[in-house]
C-alpha cells in the first residue's frame, strides 16, 4: 500500500506547503509528478519510500492485531454474536495509538525529504540532522496531531468499511470486489473529512522554513500552534490544501491495504481450519 501509493503521497505533502516555492506550485497530482519526474529526476519522487516500507511493516501489524482483538472483544460485550458500529469504531481508534507510536518517526523523516530543495540525498542524513539540531523529540513533535487526525481518520474509516460490508457482502465472506470498493469508499469519506488535520501535521514535521517566520518561538509545537499558523498564512482554504491529493491518495491506498489484508486473513484462515479439520 505504502510503496504503490509514494509518489502520489509525496505529491500530497508538497502540496500541503503554505508557501511553496514558485517551481513547487502544482494545479493537480499529475502535473505535480510530471514536473518533479522531469525537473528533479525520475526517482525524485520515491526518495524516503525506504524508511516509509521500514516502519509500515511493525507498524500495521500492531494496527490490525490490535483491531481484530479489539473488535472482538467489544462486540461481544456490546452486541453478542453481531456486528456493533462503536466496537469497529472504538477498536480502530485503540489500534491507531499503536500504529502512530510505530509509524510517527518513518513520517517526519520521509515528509522532509518529500518536500521541495530538500537537502536530505539519504535516509540517515536526514535522522542524524534531525537528532542532532532538534533533539530526540522532534520524531514524536507531531504524535498528538498525528492522533488528533488519525483517531476520528480511522473511527470513520473503519465505520465506514464495515457498513460497506454489510450492505455488500453480507454474509461476510471473502469477496475481493467488495473489499476494494468499501476501502476505497471509507479512505476518500475519512480522508476528505480530516484534511485540516493533515496539513498540521505536515507543518509540525517539516517545521516549513517560510511557516516558521511568523512563528516568535522558531519552532512549531503541538496542534493548537500549528492550526494558528496554518490560519495566519494561507487563511480557511489553508486547512484544505492538498484535498484533491489526499483523497487520491487514499482511496487506493486504503483499497489495496483492505484487499490484501483480507486476502491473507481469508487464506491463513482457511489453513487453519484445514489443519483442524485433518486433526
Known amino acids: 500500500e505504502h510503496c504503490v501509493m509514494y509518489p502520489v503521497d509525496c505529491v500530497k505533502t508538497r502540496m500541503q506547503s503554505l508557501r511553496p516555492e ?20 525520475v526517482w525524485r519522487p520515491m526518495r524516503g ?7 509500515a511493516g511493525p507498524a500495521h501489524a500492531l494496527y490490525f492485531a490490535c483491531y481484530e482483538k479489539l473488535k472482538k472483544t467489544l462486540s461481544d460485550v456490546i452486541h453478542a454474536g453481531g456486528n456493533s458500529h462503536v466496537a469497529n469504531g472504538a477498536a480502530g481508534c485503540v489500534a491507531t495509538l499503536l ?25 540517515m542524513d536526514c535522522v542524524r540532522a534531525v537528532w542532532r539540531n532538534e533533539g530526540a523529540g522532534a520524531f514524536y513533535r507531531s504524535y498528538t496531531t498525528q492522533l488528533t487526525m488519525n483517531i476520528p481518520f480511522q473511527a ?13 457482502n453480507p454474509h461476510r465472506q471473502y469477496n475481493p470486489g467488495s473489499h476494494v470498493v468499501s476501502g476505497a469508499c471509507a479512505g476518500a469519506v475519512a480522508a476528505a473529512a480530516t484534511t485540516p488535520l493533515d496539513v498540521c501535521k505536515t507543518l509540525l514535521n517539516t517545521q516549513e522554513s517560510l511557516a516558521l517566520s511568523s512563528n516568535i518561538s522558531g ?6 500552534n500549528a492550526f494558528r499558523t496554518v490560519y495566519q498564512v494561507g487563511g480557511v482554504t489553508a486547512y484544505f490544501r492538498g484535498v484533491q491529493a489526499r483523497v487520491i491518495y487514499q482511496m487506493p491506498s486504503t ?12 487464506i491463513l484462515t482457511k489453513r487453519q ?7
Open 255 to 266: 483499497a489495496i491495504a483492505w484487499s490484501v489484508y483480507e486476502f491473507f486473513k481469508y
Open 49 to 55: 519510500m525506504n524508511i516509509t516500507a521500514t516502519g
Open 219 to 224: 519552532h512549531i509545537t503541538g496542534m493548537a
Open 273 to 279: 481450519e484445514e489443519r483442524r479439520a485433518g486433526k
Open 156 to 168: 470513520i474509516h473503519f465505520m465506514t468499511y464495515e457498513f460497506l460490508q454489510e450492505q455488500l
Open 22 to 41: 514558485p517551481a513547487a506550485r502544482y494545479r493537480n497530482v499529475l502535473e505535480a509528478l510530471w514536473r518533479i519526474a522531469r525537473t528533479e529526476g
Open 99 to 123: 500504529h502512530d507510536a510505530a509509524m510517527n518517526p518513518a513520517e517526519v523523516v520521509k515528509q522532509r525529504m518529500q518536500m521541495y530543495n530538500s537537502p536530505y540525498q539519504r535516509v
